[in-house]
C-alpha cells in the first residue's frame, strides 16, 4: 500500500500488532493481580511484592504500550484516509474506551499503593472482563469491517 508511509507501511503494521499484544497482556494480568492483592493483608509481603509488581506492569509494559499503540494506529489512521471508515469509527470509539479502563487500572493501582483499597477480589474478576470482551469486539472490527 503506498501512501506517505510508503515502504514502512508493513512495519509500521508490524509494530502497531506487538504494541497491542503488549497492551492487551498487561491490560489482562493487571487486574488479575489486584484480584490477589484485594485478598492479602495490607502491609503483609505478599502485599508489597504486588505492589512492586502492579507498579513495573503498569509503567514498564502498560502504558509504554499503550503510548505506541495510539501512536502506531493514527499513523495508520491517516495513511488509510480513514475518515469515512464506519468500522474505524466504531473501533476509535472503543480503543478509548479500552484507554479510559487503562486509567481505571492506573487509579485502583494507586490505592493499592496507598493501601486504601476499597474493592473485593471479586469486582477485579468482573473488571477483568472488560478488556477481554473490548479486544474481541475491536478485533472483530478490524478483521471482518462489518459496516
Given at each position: 500500500m503506498i501512501g506517505w508511509l510508503g515502504a514502512a507501511y508493513l512495519w509500521v503494521v508490524a509494530l502497531h500488532i506487538i504494541a497491542i499484544i503488549a497492551w492487551m497482556a498487561g491490560m489482562l494480568y493487571l487486574p488479575r493481580l489486584f484480584v490477589y492483592h484485594a485478598e492479602a493483608t495490607a502491609?503483609?509481603?505478599?502485599?508489597?511484592?504486588?505492589?512492586?509488581?502492579?507498579?513495573?506492569?503498569?509503567?514498564?509494559i502498560i502504558n509504554p504500550a499503550m503510548i505506541a499503540s495510539w501512536v502506531l494506529g493514527l499513523m495508520l489512521f491517516f495513511h488509510l484516509g480513514a475518515w469515512d471508515m464506519g468500522w474505524m469509527h466504531a473501533k476509535l470509539l472503543l480503543v478509548i474506551v479500552m484507554?479510559?479502563?487503562?486509567?481505571?487500572?492506573?487509579?485502583?493501582?494507586?490505592?493499592?499503593?496507598a493501601d486504601k483499597n476499597q474493592r473485593s477480589a471479586r469486582f477485579y474478576r468482573i473488571a477483568n472482563e472488560g478488556p477481554?470482551?473490548?479486544?474481541i469486539a475491536i478485533v472483530i472490527l478490524v478483521v471482518v469491517k462489518p459496516f
Amino acid at each position: 500500500m503506498i501512501g506517505w508511509l510508503g515502504a514502512a507501511y508493513l512495519w509500521v503494521v508490524a509494530l502497531h500488532i506487538i504494541a497491542i499484544i503488549a497492551w492487551m497482556a498487561g491490560m489482562l494480568y493487571l487486574p488479575r493481580l489486584f484480584v490477589y492483592h484485594a485478598e492479602a493483608t495490607a502491609g503483609s509481603e505478599l502485599s508489597e511484592t504486588l505492589k512492586v509488581m502492579e507498579r513495573r506492569l503498569l509503567k514498564a509494559i502498560i502504558n509504554p504500550a499503550m503510548i505506541a499503540s495510539w501512536v502506531l494506529g493514527l499513523m495508520l489512521f491517516f495513511h488509510l484516509g480513514a475518515w469515512d471508515m464506519g468500522w474505524m469509527h466504531a473501533k476509535l470509539l472503543l480503543v478509548i474506551v479500552m484507554s479510559g479502563l487503562h486509567g481505571y487500572l492506573a487509579r485502583w493501582r494507586k490505592d493499592f499503593a496507598a493501601d486504601k483499597n476499597q474493592r473485593s477480589a471479586r469486582f477485579y474478576r468482573i473488571a477483568n472482563e472488560g478488556p477481554t470482551v473490548l479486544m474481541i469486539a475491536i478485533v472483530i472490527l478490524v478483521v471482518v469491517k462489518p459496516f
